[in-house]
């Protein structure tokens, strides 16, 4: 038990964990393909996402889709094309990265805010660091992840998350 203790204290160990965990849950939908519902309109039959070449991308942004406006996603496929063509596999992986890098920011955000509330005289240093880390850990795996993840129309949900915790 002192390992983990002193293993959780070391941010690198616990980065690697985190991200490493996120991608283990999910590593099964890398097998998925494309599904009936939306990912055909928003990916197989999209035209949009088929280059990235600066009219194109300006293409995305000034389009404006009945009921939706989320020219990021699009671009976002607009890369997975890129490199993947029509292949989910590359769509899935990229899901999981954003979702396990996202994992990892909530990770390094309460990292640098738990220890400010401890500041207040609330939290004490190692706890702070397990609230960080378990916290991080519970979101990299929860059930409640699994269609912005698996689901690649669920993408602009793991991509809000990510740029979320990033930016913050």
């Known amino acids: 038990m002192i390992i983990l203790h ?3 204290d070391r941010n690198f160990f616990s980065v690697v964990l985190i991200f490493c965990v ?8 890398l097998n998925n393909q494309f599904t009936n519902w939306d990912d055909t309109n928003l990916i197989a ?3 949009l996402i088929r280059s990235l070449d600066v009219k194109n991308i300006k293409k995305i942004f000034d389009f404006h889709a009945p009921g939706t406006y989320q020219p990021v996603r699009v671009l976002s496929y607009a890369i997975d094309y890129y490199f993947w063509k029509l292949n989910p596999f590359g769509y ?3 899901s999981i990265f954003l979702h396990a890098f996202a994992s990892v920011f909530l990770y390094l955000l309460l990292s640098h805010i738990i220890p400010l509330i401890r500041g207040m005289g609330k939290i004490e240093d190692k706890t702070a660091k397990y609230v960080a880390f378990f916290t991080a850990l519970v979101f ?9 993840v698996a689901w690649l129309s669920g993408r602009k949900y793991v991509l809000l998350s990510f740029f979320s915790f990033f930016s913050l």
């Open 6 to 8: 002193n293993l959780i």
């Open 22 to 29: 996120a991608c283990a849950v999910y590593i099964n939908s």
């Open 45 to 47: 039959n999209n035209e």
């Open 92 to 94: 899935h992986a990229h």
């Open 140 to 148: 990299a795996v929860h059930p409640l992840s699994v269609e912005a």
